[in-house]
């Protein structure tokens, strides 16, 4: 019984290691992006393609009288009226420099995420849900992504026996990570305890 507590706790152990390994990476690739970011800003702006002037065919005349056709042409033809030739050229391109800045790339947001106030509620800790079968962790990591679940905060993920999963989150982003299955219907199993003798299958422990 102890050996297997003991290597419980081993396994715990090197899930926090792991966790602190993501840490660094994670701020190394902050660093990176901050010295692109740099770059980036003193490359200047490419400049905007210069706009033709689209001209349309001239419309075939029908065939009509002599009569009529001296009294159509007598007439004055409205002006018609063309959009700017910048306005043409210019439109596609304020809109993609709106969207462009209205939309945040998840390596900004860990970038920003960096120079914010340490969180009161530090530590980690594993939830657990339920799996039908085992699953390779990264088709585990592209199924979490299609449900809107930031794998980059899952720093670890593990089959503690044959049907849980249990996935290490920092305590920041358990009440997200909570909601976010709930929208699903996914249940967290709470009560599931690794260390205990009825989940370790030790024959030695059965009685």
């Known amino acids: 019984m102890e050996k297997q507590l003991r290597s419980a706790y081993s396994m715990l152990l090197q899930a926090e290691l792991a966790a602190v390994k993501a840490e660094i990476t994670r701020l190394k690739q902050n660093a990176s992006l901050l010295e692109r970011l740099a770059h980036a800003s003193n490359v200047a702006a490419p400049k905007e393609p210069a706009s033709t002037l689209i001209s349309s065919p001239p ?9 009529l056709t001296s009294e159509t042409s007598s007439q004055p033809k ?8 910048s306005d043409l050229g210019s439109l596609p391109l304020q809109k993609a420099a709106k969207l462009k800045a209205s939309t945040f790339l998840p390596s ?5 995420h960096t120079f ?11 939830l657990y ?3 039908r079968r085992h699953l390779p962790i990264g088709q585990l990591r592209s199924r979490l992504r299609q449900l809107n679940i930031s794998t980059r905060r899952i720093l670890n ?5 044959r049907h849980p999963v249990g996935l290490l989150i920092h305590n920041d982003y ?3 990570f909570r909601s ?3 929208k699903f219907k996914i249940p967290i199993q709470d009560d599931y305890d690794p260390l205990d003798p009825s989940n370790l299958h030790d024959l030695d422990y059965d009685d």
């Open 59 to 67: 419309a075939s005349l029908p065939l009509t009288s002599p009569s």
């Open 78 to 85: 409205p002006p018609q009226k063309r959009p700017p030739s």
């Open 108 to 112: 900004q947001m860990t970038t920003a």
């Open 116 to 126: 914010s106030v340490s969180s009161a509620n530090h530590g980690y800790r594993f």
């Open 129 to 131: 849900l339920p799996l």
């Open 157 to 161: 993920i593990h089959y503690p026996d």
């Open 174 to 176: 358990e009440d997200e």
């Open 180 to 182: 976010q299955l709930k």
